[in-house]
């Protein structure tokens, strides 16, 4: 990966501090894939604009051999994530390729897509997480776009000591990512920490914006997060940001963004703003206009 200079520090001076933490609850997904649904419906309108977070991993073939075969969406973003083994895409749109450790697929299904996500491994760890973010009500019906970033052409910097940071969206001590959003703002970063050290984050107080910790354990302020929970910050007017701080080595997915405060209906793999728009989205879908 690309080691690239910060170009100025965030300074936070009114960090916000933990509205409140969520456990994952175990599921499975596509053809029986065992999985972690972090952020789930019942979240969507606290952390708007993003839909869902689920988190995947096993050292078990049978936990993940039979992925998710073909599979519509319309009306959002999905964003794989895989920081262990390779998954393979191929999509209605023509678009197709592997994503590698490190890598992540951006895929847009706009008016509609059918698409899926196979395992190319048969043993070996399977890890990664599947982020949906939700597009707004103008451009739910745009064309479906695909983007691979791999792991070799994702940013990556080291803010301060002990702590490097893969910057997948929007921006971080700035540093850009390769996918920026003018309406949902996305920040998508992966923070390592391989030991003591601390990271902070400017953000407006107006951004929605959680931490999942996947390895080790963090604090923000005086609130520990532990190991595979999510803590949601507060919306607190007057604060400018994050931060977290680890004692040792840990991992962290740090994601926000600006809310769309659009009604959501959602069915399955169709998010539109109206009972009348699902309708049409299966409508179309069992008629074969994806």
């Known amino acids: 990966m690309p080691m690239i200079p910060v170009k100025h520090a965030e300074i936070v001076t009114s960090p916000r501090p933990i509205e409140r933490l969520i456990v994952g609850r175990p599921t499975s997904d596509g053809a029986g894939v065992k999985l972690t649904r972090v952020l789930s419906g019942s979240l969507q309108r606290r952390l708007d604009p993003y839909l869902m977070l689920d988190a995947f991993g096993s050292d078990d073939p049978d936990d993940y051999i039979a992925g998710f075969p073909n599979h519509p969406h319309r009306g959002f973003e999905t964003i794989t994530y895989m920081i262990a083994g390779r998954m393979r895409h191929n999509d209605s749109a023509g678009n197709e390729g592997i994503l590698q450790n490190g890598g992540v697929q951006w895929m847009t299904a706009g008016r509609g897509v059918i698409h899926s996500e196979l395992p190319e491994q048969e043993e070996g760890v399977m890890e990664g997480f599947q982020l949906w973010l939700n597009l707004p009500a103008a451009d739910k019906m ?149």
């Open 142 to 290: 745009c064309e479906p776009g695909y983007l691979d970033i791999q792991h070799e052409e994702m940013p990556e910097i080291t803010p301060s000591a002990n702590v490097t940071v893969r910057v997948i969206a929007g921006q971080s001590h700035g540093v850009a990512g390769k996918i920026q959003r003018t309406k949902t703002r996305p920040l998508y970063l992966d923070i390592h920490f391989s030991g003591p050290g601390q990271f902070t984050q400017a953000l407006p107080a107006s951004a929605n914006a959680f931490v999942y910790v996947y390895r080790g354990e963090v604090k923000t302020g005086d609130t520990p997060v532990p190991l595979q929970n999510m803590g949601i910050f507060t919306n607190t007017p007057g604060t400018d940001g994050v931060v977290i701080s680890a004692d040792g080595p840990a991992r962290v997915l740090l994601i926000a963004g600006e809310p769309l405060n659009e009604p959501i209906a959602q069915y399955g793999p169709f998010v539109m703003n109206t009972q009348q728009e699902l309708m049409q989205a299966v409508s179309d879908f069992q008629s074969g206009q994806f």
